[in-house]
């Protein structure tokens, strides 16, 4: 029996591979990206009484209309843009699934795809898998700029769509206007999609700001918006996501969900419609609180000796290794500390689609954890290396 020639050939995620190996050692896990803590309480509640309360069966396969309709409220408060709940909205088990549905729903064998690498990794296994093709465009570090001709370059007539992700995991790049403009003239031009993972969207630090590529002219009808409950509300295990686009491209997503997961568990929904419509106040004290945890995980690591890459958003700061006379590359590293000091962290390599051909001199520390956390984490790190 042959398995599926391109996911069998996937390695396990980094993310499994450092979590298990922090297990293993006891290491402080500042690997896989997700809080320390259990979420809003007022959230949690309220999905416990939805349980309850009900409903418990199938919910609308697009979504329940509570949530669809508190996404499009969302998105017209927080960015303007105008969308309505029943033709414009689809609630997906995760952003995850509501990128593997983009994929699968407007893909064909023969497309291409551009990716913009260091880039996360759910993407490629399932575009491939689908058939098309990746072209892929590389920022350089330290300032990871968009390099435009070589962005021009990976446009095609053959080009279906692109992948933006901002903030950026793993590098915690904002993408500027003038960066978005550019995207955007290029994917206009190529008469092509967007496929818009942002679930990063309310993760963005002081002097900078989230703008979705989709508010930008010539774009509403070739994007697909991704958000997760996971990341807005410090759940990332309930695997609540959602997408907007115009009607067109939302059918054809909507398409591959029916037959992904159908539906996702409706107390969830309920309770993240009610997080949704929570006032600015919660969500800037949830870019503070993590801002100021960035801070302190970056002092900390500077003052050891990594060289920390500025950070604008999402959970995640990159840290060149070289200056702690360390030998051998990032994955020898993270292992390193993750074995031997008790912290974990991932390679920044295991985000390019060709580790062997990338840089290995980074990786990447999370910091949504509680600063005593950090702390501990530093101590650790500080002894080891000193
Ligand atoms: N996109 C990016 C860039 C991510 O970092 C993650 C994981 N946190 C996801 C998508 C998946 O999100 P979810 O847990 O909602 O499936
Ligand atoms: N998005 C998370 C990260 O980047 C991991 C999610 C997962 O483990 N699949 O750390």
Redesign the pocket.
């Known amino acids: 029996m042959e398995a599926n020639r391109i996911l069998s050939g996937q390695k396990t995620t980094i993310?499994t591979v450092m979590s298990a190996l922090a297990v293993e050692h006891g290491a402080i896990n500042l690997g896989q990206?997700?809080p320390d803590g259990e979420g809003p309480e007022d959230l949690r509640a309220a999905a416990a009484g939805y349980i309850m309360s009900g409903p418990n069966q199938y919910p609308p396969m697009a979504g329940m209309p509570a949530l669809r309709q508190a996404v499009a409220q969302h998105d017209r408060r927080f960015y303007g843009i105008d969308a309505d709940w029943q033709t414009e909205i689809l609630v997906?088990?995760?952003?995850?699934?509501?990128?593997t549905a983009s994929f699968m729903g407007l893909l064909n064998p023969g497309d291409d795809v551009v990716l913009i690498e260091p880039v996360?990794d759910?993407y490629r296994p399932i575009i491939e898998t689908m058939g098309a093709q990746v072209r892929t465009v590389r920022l350089e570090p330290p300032q990871w700029s968009l390099p435009i001709d070589d962005l021009a370059a990976a446009f095609s007539p053959k080009t279906k769509l692109l992948v933006l992700?901002t903030p950026?995991?793993?590098i915690g790049k904002v993408f500027s206007r003038q960066e978005l403009q550019v995207i955007a003239e290029l994917v206009v031009e190529n008469d092509a999609y967007v496929i818009c993972?942002e679930?990063?969207e309310h993760l963005v630090f002081q002097g900078h700001q989230h703008i979705p590529i989709m508010t930008l002219p010539g774009m509403d009808d070739r994007c697909a918006r991704?958000g997760?409950?996971?990341?807005t509300f410090s759940v990332?295990g309930?695997?609540?996501?959602y997408v907007t686009a115009r009607p067109d491209m939302l059918t054809a997503i909507a398409k591959a969900h029916q037959f992904i997961t159908f539906a996702t568990p409706p107390a969830l929904q309920l309770a993240v419609a009610d997080g949704l419509a929570k006032d600015d106040r919660y969500y800037q004290d949830l870019a503070c609180s993590l801002q100021e945890r960035r801070n302190f995980l970056s002092a900390g690591l500077s003052d050891m000796g990594f060289d920390v890459l500025p950070c604008h958003g999402?959970?995640f700061l990159t840290a060149d290794f070289r200056a702690l006379g360390f030998d051998g590359d990032d994955m020898d590293f993270c292992r390193h500390i993750t074995t031997q000091a008790g912290v974990a962290a991932v390679p920044i390599s295991a985000f390019y689609g060709d580790p062997k051909q990338a840089p290995n001199n980074f990786v990447r520390f999370c910091f949504c954890k509680e600063k005593t956390v950090l702390a501990d984490a530093i101590d650790r790190l500080r002894r080891h290396f000193s």
Do not use: H, R
């Not at 997760?228 to 990341?231: C, D, P, Q, W, Y």
């Open positions: 993310f990206g997700f997906t088990s995760g952003a995850t699934e509501a990128l996360y759910s992700n950026l995991n793993p993972d679930v990063y991704i997760s409950a996971g990341k990332t309930w695997k609540v996501g999402t959970y």
